[in-house]
């Protein structure tokens, strides 16, 4: 069955503070791996895109990677600010259908305390 | 232009009334998505468009009607909706790359309350 876990569930943090957001999926076979921040009552928007031969990839102070072999990936948050407080979604996709079918994770709920 | 635009942003209804959703997009996209999110949960695909075809209906009752007039526009149609379809609702358009997936865009959704 395909799947994407996210933890922790929730995390609190202190302005500046770095931290990691992990995500765990079975989705098969596989087409990319994408993080999206959606703020409360707002639609999701994406951070990054990963593909099977990325391992790396930065946009800012967002960093994810992703290891294809142990179907895991990581978003991590450096020196947050309080505008980082939002749900931080992990999306996979699979390459099994053209009409782009995602699996959604449950998110991980961040707040960022001054 | 990189935004997938909803109407409106907040709609309260009667469980008698009729009403529709808009989204639109001008990104040249051909899968054009609905999905329905309840607080703290992910979001739950709904129908997805494809060349302005339905595609997939993931079994959704038949009181919520798509419609895609064109390919930049996606509409929901809204008829005796019940108190448990209160959520937000959320429009997404994709696009095919050559050789690589491309990006889902997400509109901003519209919180929908049934009364």
């Known amino acids: 069955k395909n799947q994407v876990e996210q933890s922790p569930q929730s995390l609190i943090i202190l302005e500046g503070k770095n931290c990691t957001l992990q995500?765990?999926?079975?989705?098969?076979?596989?087409?990319?791996l994408r993080w999206y921040k959606q703020d409360t009552g707002r639609g999701p928007v994406s951070l990054t895109i990963?593909?099977?031969?990325?391992n790396t990839k930065s946009n800012g102070r967002y960093t994810a990677t992703l290891d294809a072999d142990t179907k895991q990936s990581s978003l991590h948050i450096t020196a947050s600010q309080l505008s980082d407080s939002a749900s931080y979604i992990c999306?996979?996709?699979?390459?099994?259908?053209?009409?782009?079918?995602?699996?959604f994770g449950r998110g991980t709920q961040l707040t960022v305390w001054p | 232009d990189t935004e997938v635009t909803q109407t409106p942003k907040h709609l309260v209804m009667g469980m008698t009334n009729k009403k529709s959703l808009k989204c639109e997009q001008h990104?040249?996209?051909?899968?054009m998505y609905w999905y329905k999110q309840k607080a703290k949960k992910p979001p739950e695909l709904m129908f997805v468009?494809?060349?302005?075809?339905?595609?997939i209906n993931e079994s959704v009752p038949s009181r919520f009607s798509p419609e895609c007039p064109n390919s930049s526009l996606l509409n929901l149609h809204l008829h005796a909706l019940q108190p448990e379809d209160s959520a937000l609702y959320l429009c997404?358009?994709?696009?095919?790359?050559?050789?690589?997936?491309?990006?889902?865009?997400f509109g901003q959704g519209t919180r929908l309350t049934v009364v």
């Open positions: 995500c765990n999926y079975t989705v098969s076979p596989f087409s990319n």
């Open positions: 999306v996979v996709r699979d390459r099994g259908s053209t009409l782009g079918r995602l699996y």
């Open positions: 990963m593909t099977f031969s990325e």
């Open positions: 990104m040249g996209h051909r899968a």
């Open positions: 468009y494809s060349y302005e075809k339905l595609s």
């Open positions: 997404a358009s994709r696009g095919w790359g050559a050789s690589r997936d491309t990006e889902a865009f």
